[in-house]
């Protein structure tokens, strides 16, 4: 082998382990939003309202392709009650809030309830300032539902950490 053909190889072996350690590149895939959408929700991070049992911190960091921290996204976040039901009149499980400086966010909320056809899921709008809206849906890993839901994606799965906490990093047009 030659001196530059084991260059070349070296190279090709640096390249995956790059590859890992980033979790960006490609974009966040999209979703429906669903028929359960209601514009102008509250700025809130919490959408507890005291009393909840089942407690769910999701915390994670808004990405461009080019993996930079996206400041000041906007990200809309909307689920099912502990029921599967949808509050369509107010604003119950829904909440706006901007990522910060570093493009993290951190939403306190509930573990939704899985509701007839669909799986255990969180509707969320991601949107880097003055660009595209990504608008999608986070799954919880090893559920179910997942396998019998039509809509659920493996990469759109959120990582447990711990019970109670998750986190999911969105890649947005940026
Ligand atoms: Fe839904």
New binding site residues.
């Given amino acids: 082998m030659t001196f530059t053909r084991r260059r070349a190889l070296g190279a090709a072996l640096l390249l995956p382990l790059e590859a890992l350690a980033q979790t960006c590149g490609a974009l966040t895939a999209r979703q429906t939003e669903?028929p359960?959408f209601t514009p102008d929700s509250p700025l809130r991070k919490s959408l507890l309202e005291g009393g909840e049992k089942t407690r769910l911190i999701v915390t994670g960091t808004v990405l461009s392709a080019q993996c930079k921290p996206v400041p000041n996204a906007l990200l809309d976040f909307w689920h099912?009650d502990e029921e599967g039901a949808y509050d369509n009149r107010g604003f119950r499980y829904r909440g706006h809030q901007h990522a910060d400086a570093q493009g993290r966010y951190r939403l306190e909320t509930i573990v939704p309830a899985q509701y007839p056809g669909?799986t255990r899921?969180i509707?969320v709008k991601v949107q880097a300032p003055g660009k595209r809206i990504l608008t999608t849906q986070l799954y919880f890993p090893g559920d179910p539902g997942n396998s019998r839901d039509f809509l659920y994606r493996p990469e759109l799965e959120m990582k447990k950490s711990d019970a109670g906490q998750a986190s999911f990093d969105f890649v947005v047009e940026a």
């Fill in positions: 669903g359960f099912s669909r899921h509707h």
